[in-house]
């Protein structure tokens, strides 16, 4: 089963849902109408980012949504940053950030921790 992520309004908070990607979220993005899952149950989470590191460290958005995911999330999920060749390298990184145990790029897995 698939879940994707949806922001709560007016919150520093992201969950994931299950559902049709039917309503607009505070930024506009398509969101799940369903309901939450919790966080400790997932075993694998895409993330995104701007760019990503040589030892799975990623630079966001700046609001710290997935930072907050990932500190969340069981020992036992996987996380896997998707990027272009073009997203990689040095980037800097603060006290709060969380690396990811994989990345995949268009040439292939470029980083495993895992």
Same mark, same amino acid.
């Given at each position: 089963?698939?879940f994707? $992520?949806?922001v709560?309004a007016?919150t520093?908070v992201l969950?994931?849902?299950?559902? $049709?990607l039917?309503?607009r979220?505070?930024y506009?993005?398509?969101e $799940?109408?369903g309901a939450a899952?919790?966080?400790e149950?997932?075993?694998?989470?895409?993330?995104p980012g701007?760019?990503?590191?040589?030892a799975?460290?990623?630079?966001?958005y700046?609001?710290?949504y997935?930072?907050?995911?990932?500190?969340q999330?069981s020992?036992?999920a996987?996380?896997?940053?998707?990027?272009f060749?073009?997203q990689l390298g $040095?980037?800097?990184?603060?006290?709060?950030?969380?690396?990811?145990?994989?990345?995949i790029t268009?040439v292939?897995e470029?980083f495993?921790?895992?």
């Amino acid at each position: 089963m698939f879940f994707y $992520p949806r922001v709560i309004a007016g919150t520093p908070v992201l969950e994931f849902g299950g559902g $049709p990607l039917t309503q607009r979220g505070p930024y506009g993005i398509p969101e $799940p109408t369903g309901a939450a899952s919790a966080l400790e149950s997932l075993d694998v989470v895409i993330v995104p980012g701007l760019a990503f590191g040589p030892a799975g460290e990623r630079l966001g958005y700046g609001k710290g949504y997935y930072d907050r995911v990932l500190a969340q999330l069981s020992r036992d999920a996987l996380t896997v940053g998707v990027a272009f060749e073009s997203q990689l390298g $040095p980037i800097p990184t603060g006290p709060l950030d969380r690396a990811v145990d994989k990345v995949i790029t268009e040439v292939g897995e470029r980083f495993s921790r895992v």
